[in-house]
């Protein structure tokens, strides 16, 4: 994807092209050191620039493309309540998506351009929503294990060194913990109920738990952008770090609902205090990047087609920008764009 614009991964940065430009980097580098936000208008390496857009594209992507999953229980939830409930989150996903594709904009993209990108197949979203929706415990899972993820993994990113995506990052992770009770309570309501539900959230957590654990990227010796990432506190925590930390705080909460984690290596380490698990099957996730996921074709095959059946709302609202530009002011004009 975007990558491709960037100088080899995990290199560092470009040799500058003048003493100048030398000079500005360090000065950046330094505003960065002294956890300084930095934003739009401001000097950045095109590198900066360039991982920005790719991550904060992948992560707005995902958001979208994660509404799927979820939407396709929303007809079959077992009461109005869950209903209603997951209704507001599957929404909550498309407002952080609108959040974050704003973000990316002010790194100097358009929002139609990464849409496209995605549509295209050349652009990343997550992983983990490449994994069918087979069982109403599929969405306990998902809220507990990957809006669960999805948290630990965004935390650290309320406290980006750039200032549109620190900020983004704030209010989406009060709704991801939101999102993360409500799928533990739909797991706890079941692993308490009948023997049936009980065996449909174990079922559930066979089949969620690894791919969560892969939400995190690949292991540090494989993570191409972290070092560099790190340096300029995009990152903040390297993608092994967080992966343990997830571990430690969910095995916990399997064990309170009684339920067993899918690894059988799984063991409390006594001298490092962390929970080590069996090793993670890579051949997977790798197979799910490269688009034979069990979803991939699915997931893009709806998306493109939400793009479709919506072609008459934009051309509509550009049609009203046209007709009221003049009496506005340009401000319909700029609603058009912006949907
Ligand atoms: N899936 O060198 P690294 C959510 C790619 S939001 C697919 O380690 P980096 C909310 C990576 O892009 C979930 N691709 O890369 C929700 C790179 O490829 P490239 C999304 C992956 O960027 C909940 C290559 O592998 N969250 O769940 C994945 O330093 C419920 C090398 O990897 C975010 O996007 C993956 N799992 O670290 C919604 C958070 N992992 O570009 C609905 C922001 C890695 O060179 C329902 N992103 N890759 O072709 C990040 O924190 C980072 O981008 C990482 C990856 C940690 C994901």
Same mark, same amino acid.
């Given at each position: 994807?975007?990558?491709?614009? $960037? ?42 620039? +360039? /991982?920005? #857009?790719? +991550? #904060?594209?992948?992560h707005a992507h995902s958001e979208i493309v994660g509404m799927l999953p979820e939407g396709n229980w929303i007809t079959r939830a077992p009461t109005l309540r869950?209903?209603?409930? $997951? ?5 909550? !996903? ?11 904009? /002010? ?10 990108q995605l549509l295209a197949g050349r652009a990343k979203y997550s992983s983990i929503f490449n994994y069918p929706t087979l069982t109403w415990a599929d969405i306990?899972?998902?809220?507990? $294990? ?21 900020? %983004? ?6 709704? !991801?913990?939101?999102? @993360? ?6 797991? *706890? /309501? ?10 449909m959230a174990q079922d559930a957590l066979n089949r969620w738990w690894w791919p969560s654990l892969m939400m995190f990227g690949p292991s540090d010796a494989e993570?191409?952008?972290?070092? @560099?990432?790190?340096?300029?506190? #995009?990152?903040? =925590?390297?993608?092994?770090? *967080?992966? +343990? ?7 916990? @909460?399997?064990? =309170? ?5 899918? &690894?059988?290596? $799984?063991?409390? &380490?006594?001298?490092? @205090? ?10 997977? =996730? ?28 934009? !051309?509509?609202?550009?049609?009203? %920008? ?14 058009? +764009?912006?949907?």
């Amino acid at each position: 994807m975007y990558t491709q614009a $960037l100088d080899s991964p995990g290199a560092e940065p470009r040799s500058p092209a003048s003493a100048g430009e030398a000079e500005r980097e360090r000065r950046f580098q330094e505003r960065i050191d002294r956890d300084e936000k930095i934003e739009p208008k401001d000097w950045m390496p095109e590198g900066y620039r +360039q /991982t920005l #857009i790719r +991550q #904060i594209a992948q992560h707005a992507h995902s958001e979208i493309v994660g509404m799927l999953p979820e939407g396709n229980w929303i007809t079959r939830a077992p009461t109005l309540r869950r209903k209603l409930v $997951l209704i507001a989150k599957v929404q909550d !996903e498309g407002g952080h998506g609108m959040y974050l594709y704003s973000a990316a904009e /002010t790194l100097g993209v358009s929002r139609g351009e990464l849409i496209e990108q995605l549509l295209a197949g050349r652009a990343k979203y997550s992983s983990i929503f490449n994994y069918p929706t087979l069982t109403w415990a599929d969405i306990g899972a998902i809220g507990w $294990l990957v809006d669960g993820a999805a948290i630990m993994n965004q935390i650290p990113l309320c406290r980006c060194s750039y200032g549109p995506y620190a900020r %983004a990052m704030v209010r989406i992770c009060k709704e !991801e913990s939101f999102h @993360q009770r409500q799928g533990y309570e739909i797991m *706890l /309501t079941l692993a308490r109920g009948t023997p049936a539900q009980r065996e449909m959230a174990q079922d559930a957590l066979n089949r969620w738990w690894w791919p969560s654990l892969m939400m995190f990227g690949p292991s540090d010796a494989e993570s191409v952008h972290t070092a @560099q990432s790190m340096r300029w506190k #995009i990152k903040r =925590f390297s993608n092994d770090e *967080l992966r +343990q930390r997830f571990i430690d705080v969910t095995v916990p @909460q399997a064990q =309170f609902l009684d339920l067993a984690v899918p &690894d059988p290596a $799984l063991r409390w &380490d006594e001298a490092s @205090q962390h929970f080590i698990t069996g090793p993670i099957d890579w051949s997977e =996730f790798q197979t799910v990047l490269k688009g034979h996921g069990p979803c991939n074709r699915e997931r893009l095959g709806a998306r493109r087609a939400a793009h479709d059946a919506g072609r008459w709302v934009r !051309e509509a609202a550009a049609a009203y %920008a046209d007709k009221h530009r003049d009496r506005t002011g340009g401000g319909a004009e700029r609603y058009a +764009q912006a949907v």
